[in-house]
């Protein structure tokens, strides 16, 4: 699986957008992008993936470039609840056990 | 509540005494996972189940590791003769199949004095 890179931390304003970026210059083609979060002593929780196309759910919204190299994470609005560990994860869809590898994340810190 | 449990939440024990953490996942899901994280680093995975069928380890689970999921719903994961390297926290997470999405479940916490 392609590795990721992701900064430590970042910092938001409740009610703003949060942007999480996330580099994989290694990713193949057939690699999804997957992002989980993790908030303080709970499991990991999944987000969202996408392959190529621009996804949207009720948590957020997943951006990939053209070149699938890096990808960004939006969280429309903000809240104090979204205060976690962000994990992007490159991985293929299916094989290898479907196991994700985790890197150390971006902690998000959401403030008033 | 139907999402994936494990049982204890916290497990303290002394080095060299064995363990035992239960793992309940989503019902009908037939993929089981099991993770590892320490402090400050994300989970690592150990093992995994198709079933009753443990396909994969990993490196890191060493011969003092044991895992089973004998009718293909819950797990337990032991540990025998704990070391103080053990302590982390121990995720399972579930899903239907190879190709949806993961649920994690709690954890539990162990510290090894």
């Known amino acids: 699986d392609a590795k990721t890179t992701q900064p430590p931390s970042m910092d938001c304003a409740e009610g703003r957008a949060a942007n999480l970026p996330c580099n994989h210059s290694?990713?193949?083609?057939?690699?999804?992008v997957y992002w989980y979060r993790q908030i303080h002593s709970q499991g990991p929780q999944y987000i969202i993936h996408?392959?190529?196309n621009n996804e949207t759910n009720e948590m957020a919204s997943l951006i990939i470039t053209e070149d699938r190299k890096s990808s960004t994470l939006i969280l429309p609005h903000a809240t104090l609840r979204d205060t976690a560990v962000y994990y992007c994860?490159?991985?293929?869809?299916?094989?290898?056990?479907?196991?994700?590898?985790f890197g150390t994340g971006t902690q998000l810190k959401v403030e008033l | 509540d139907t999402g994936v449990s494990q049982d204890p939440r916290h497990k303290i024990t002394k080095r060299g005494q064995n363990v035992t953490f239960r793992c309940d996942p989503i019902?009908?899901?037939?993929?089981l996972y099991w993770y590892r994280q320490t402090l400050g680093q994300g989970p690592e995975f150990l093992t995994y189940?198709?079933?009753?069928?443990?396909?994969?380890k990993s490196r890191l689970l060493s011969d003092r590791f044991s895992a089973e999921r004998p009718k293909g719903s819950f797990s337990t994961l032991e540990i025998q003769r704990t070391e103080q390297g053990d302590s982390a926290m121990y995720l399972c997470?579930?899903?239907?199949?190879?190709?949806?999405?993961?649920?994690f479940g709690p954890g539990t916490r162990l510290t090894v004095l």
């Open positions: 019902s009908e899901h037939n993929r």
């Open positions: 994860i490159v991985k293929v869809l299916t094989g290898g056990g479907n196991k994700l590898t």
């Open positions: 189940f198709q079933n009753e069928a443990q396909l994969e």
């Open positions: 290694t990713i193949s083609g057939n690699e999804y």
């Open positions: 997470a579930s899903s239907l199949d190879e190709r949806t999405k993961k649920f």
């Open positions: 996408g392959l190529k």
